[in-house]
């Protein structure tokens, strides 16, 4: 397994949760990483973003409520979840993005997924 995502669980709403992401090391030293949601009939949409070097962005819908962080010791991206709503129930996927130079392409991971119902 190359992605291994966790942290998922029920709460209510307003209270926080943390989800982690683990990849490979070789992965993870390469990639741009991002957190993924797919609620129940939506497409899977774009959460947070964290690239090598640092830089994030945010969904408008989570902006100032959620913080994605990376520990590249850990090979590890987190998502921390604060002031959740029933809106952010969903199955949260983290995502590697990593150049593929010679290809002139992206290669790209996917976690299995861990869900997240916030009840209101």
């Known amino acids: 397994v190359q992605l291994q995502a966790s942290g998922g669980g029920l709460v209510q709403a307003g209270e926080s949760l943390r989800l982690s992401c683990v990849a490979s090391?070789?992965?993870?030293?390469?990639?741009?990483m991002g957190w993924y949601r797919q609620a129940p009939g939506k497409e899977r949409e774009l959460v947070a973003s964290?690239?090598?070097?640092?830089?994030?962005d945010y969904a408008d819908s989570v902006q100032g409520r959620f913080t994605v962080s990376r520990d590249n010791a850990k090979n590890t991206v987190y998502l921390q979840m604060d002031s959740l709503n029933a809106e952010d129930t969903a199955v949260y996927y983290c995502?590697?993005?990593?150049?593929?130079?010679?290809?002139?392409?992206?290669?790209?991971?996917w976690g299995q997924g861990t869900e997240v119902t916030v009840s209101s």
């Open positions: 995502k590697a993005q990593v150049p593929d130079f010679t290809a002139g392409a992206m290669d790209v991971f």
């Open positions: 964290i690239r090598r070097g640092g830089k994030t």
């Open positions: 090391e070789d992965i993870f030293k390469r990639a741009d």
